[in-house]
């Protein structure tokens, strides 16, 4: 009767354990922003916001000076003009002025979008090799590196890269 006891809670050790073991997930970790940045097609994006935005620099460069030598003509001529003159001029002036800080804000949002619109299918891409690599590998998750403290399980930065031809 004790063999049995031992022998059966001997079986029952065995199959936690081997439960246990089957039941841990495998886990790996990768850098998704260096997987991004490495990609080709982030290049070209970036080239295409920088454009994009020396474009908006250069219009909102032009507004600026434009209302910065209206301000200098109103100074000079405020003193041979009426008050009432002058207060339609200031008026002016700070309409200019609110046009200029409204174009930067729109010129922000429209740069925002692009960069939205132009990473969502690079991101999009890296996540399906992501993924690959991962089902091929047989891991359970993937973690993002630079939301880790301590990564020390496997990276597969190089088998996506790999995967993605880069």
């Known amino acids: 009767?004790?063999?049995?006891?031992?022998?059966?809670?001997?079986?029952?050790?065995?199959?936690?354990?081997v439960s246990f073991t089957q039941a841990q997930s495998k886990v790996?970790?990768?850098?998704?922003?260096e997987l991004v940045a490495a990609m080709p097609e982030t290049a070209i994006a970036t080239k295409?916001?920088?454009?994009?935005?020396?474009?908006?620099?250069?219009?909102?460069?032009?507004?600026a000076t434009e209302l910065?030598?209206?301000?200098?003509?109103?100074?000079?001529?405020a003193a041979t003009k009426t008050q009432e003159e002058n207060g339609k001029r200031m008026q002016e002036l700070q309409t200019m002025e609110q046009n200029v800080r409204q174009f930067q804000g729109t010129a922000q949002q429209d740069l925002a979008k692009k960069r939205q619109e132009l990473?969502?299918?690079?991101?999009e891409k890296a996540?399906?090799?992501?993924?690959?690599?991962?089902k091929a590998k047989g891991f359970q998750y993937v973690l993002d590196r630079s939301t880790l403290i301590v990564a020390d399980g496997t990276d597969i930065l190089a088998d996506v890269k790999k995967e993605l031809g880069i």
């Open 119 to 123: 990473m969502a299918p690079i991101q």
């Open 1 to 17: 009767m004790k063999l049995f006891k031992n022998l059966l809670l001997a079986t029952a050790l065995c199959l936690v354990t």
């Open 28 to 33: 790996a970790h990768i850098n998704t922003q």
């Open 127 to 134: 996540m399906k090799a992501i993924n690959a690599v991962a």
């Open 68 to 77: 910065q030598n209206k301000v200098k003509q109103y100074d000079s001529e």
């Open 48 to 63: 295409q916001l920088e454009t994009l935005g020396k474009t908006y620099e250069a219009d909102m460069q032009t507004m």
